[in-house]
């Protein structure tokens, strides 16, 4: 099966010295792959020339004049830049040319744009953020991360059906486990909203565990985490702060004494398998669920390696065809009601 992807090759914190050797590197471990490099030509047939390739049937530019800065207002980058990298990029999606696009651009100008180009789903009020997270037993995929502050009990269950369809197609579990975030797990826990979140929860098809809390993100007790943005943007936020905090503190340990760093050679193999275990680039790609079409956003700051595993996670997403699945698990839904 052959699977076409818009790269908005102008987005992130380093635009195409990340974006094209990422692109390079994906149609070369994946022969499925074709991708199209959405950004200003020049740049990027430079930096293809800089890293020894150049256009070819599965590697091609589409140019736009226009990009979309990281600070930059989602409803000006929506209004104004019509020739953006990022939009363009969505618009091939739209248009059928990609069937999905990867961006590491501005978070909010990118969920903007997509709604408005692609738009929402039968039946999903409000597009979500969902990402995986590494964990003692597998990846966990959590959601909402940032798109939306404030959820309704019946949107929280949106994104519970949403996520469950997306891990039982990409990860291939049957009835995935789900629950919901909260201060407690017991039931008078939480404020209203969560409580009628878990009656609905309760009372539909999903595999419902009860609540969660924070301490059992990693440990791989669910397999879908449902939160509201405010709630899920700062977990993940503090736990990626927590992660580098650890890491530099385990370096500089390592280097206070000179009996301290002959000890990390003996260690090295270990801290080596924990380094690539729990390694964010390899869970890089958080998914811009609810639409028509599939949107993967990139971490604004990854390298090469992480913006491959992005792409990787479109590619993932539309051979098991998540939106079409989705929206018939919708359908039957609504048809039951």
Known sequence: MSISIAVDAMGGDYGPPVTVPAAIAAVQAEPY???????????????????????????????ASEVVDMDEPPAQALRKKKN????????????????ACVSAGNTGALMATARFVLKTLPGISRPAIVSRLPGRRGATYMLDLGANVDCSAELLLQFGVMGS?????????????????????????????IKLAAELFRASNLNYQ????GDELYTGAVD?????????????????????????????????????QLSALFALP???????????????????????????KSHGGADALAFQTAIFEAATEVREQVTENIIAELQSMLSQA
Not at 210 to 213: Q, T
Not at 235 to 253: D, N, T
Request: net charge positive.
């Open 33 to 63: 792959l074709s991708l199209t490099l959405v950004g200003q030509k020049q740049i990027l047939s430079d930096a293809l020339a800089a890293n020894g390739a150049r256009q070819n049937e599965r590697l091609t530019i589409h140019h």
């Open 84 to 99: 953006s990298s990022m939009r363009v990029a969505i618009n091939l999606v739209h248009d059928g040319h990609s069937q």
């Open 165 to 193: 369809i997306l891990v039982e197609h990409v990860q291939g579990i049957s009835a995935p486990r789900v629950a919901l975030l909260n201060i407690g797990v017991e039931d008078i826990k939480g404020n209203d909203t």
């Open 210 to 213: 009860g609540f969660i809390e």
């Open 224 to 260: 879908v985490v449902v939160c509201d943005g405010f709630v899920g943007n700062v977990a993940l936020k503090a736990s990626e702060g927590l992660a580098q905090v650890i890491s530099e503190s385990l370096r500089e340990e390592f280097r206070r004494h000179w009996w301290r």
């Open 270 to 296: 270990a801290l080596n398998g924990l380094r690539r275990r729990f390694d964010h680039r390899r869970y890089n790609g958080a998914t811009l669920i609810g639409l028509h079409g599939t949107v993967i």
